[in-house]
């Protein structure tokens, strides 16, 4: 498996993703559809990343970085191809990240998500997340936590 960063023919499948995670676990408000079919626009040109984990061709999973400020971004948009969970694709791109943040010095990394998904919060701490408060309004009405990653 590889990972490897955004490229148009990977957009289908950054919004199949992320649309089945979103259908399964919560609902698909229209800010989504509209984010997740035009990803280019709303992620990558803004100053953000995609990432996408590539096996023989197909994507097991993806994850963005939102830029959120100058140094800031948010961990947003993970997805794993329901065959491929449990195998720790996301547990790998959320890994890449980290060491993509360090790497370019980013000084904030944060993410929401919902305490609902309480295997995604264990990893979450697993990997140097902790909970900060949620600030209102919160940005998303699914959310009901944020984590920040602590920087050593």
Known sequence: MNI???????????YNLNIEW???YFYVEAYDREVLS??????IEPGGHI???????TVLGTVAL???????????KMAVLPKSRGKQVG???????????????????????NTMLANAIHIYKKYGF??????QPNPYERSNIKMNYIFS
């Open 4 to 14: 490897v960063p955004f490229h148009e023919n990977y957009a289908e499948a950054f």
């Open 22 to 24: 979103l259908e399964t």
């Open 38 to 43: 035009n990803p280019h626009h709303y992620i």
């Open 51 to 57: 990432f996408f984990a590539v096996e023989n061709g």
């Open 130 to 135: 902790v909970e900060v408060s949620l600030e």
């Open 91 to 113: 547990q790998k791109l959320m890994q890449y990240c980290i060491d993509f943040a360090v790497e370019n010095k980013f000084q904030k990394l944060f993410l929401y998500s």
């Open 66 to 76: 939102l830029k959120r400020g100058k140094h800031a971004y948010e961990l947003t």
